[in-house]
């Protein structure tokens, strides 16, 4: 069964960081890009970050580009999203997601992405 458990989230001040982590089912993860997506309320879902399946290539939504790194770790079977210099508008619900494949999709709505996590509250004060 193919499960992903994200954690991590919290209250920071703006400018402070954070890491998320997920940690995914070994053969979900094998197999699988991975990502993260977050949703503010009142908001749609937002594309943050994707990962390769080896690792070597990654991807982000423009707003995150230069702050946030997402990375993996074979041996944890884990999926990491260091987000520096947090600003407010960062607040939102943070998911990991997976989809079987080797490369990132081209699309960033999450559609394409089969599996996900119950996403961690990221809150940052002004």
Known sequence: ???LV??????VQAGESLRLSCVVSERTFS???LGW????????REFVAAVSRGGGVTSYGDSVKGRFTISRDNAKNTVYL??????PEDTAV??????????PPAGTSGHEW??????TQVTVLS
């Open 1 to 3: 069964q193919t499960q």
């Open 6 to 11: 994200d954690f991590g989230g919290g209250l």
């Open 31 to 33: 197999r699988s890009v």
């Open 37 to 44: 997506f977050r949703q503010a309320p009142g908001k749609e």
């Open 82 to 87: 260091q987000m520096n210099s947090l600003q």
């Open 94 to 103: 943070y998911s990991c997601a997976a989809v079987a494949g080797d490369m």
């Open 114 to 119: 089969d599996y996900w996590g119950q996403g």
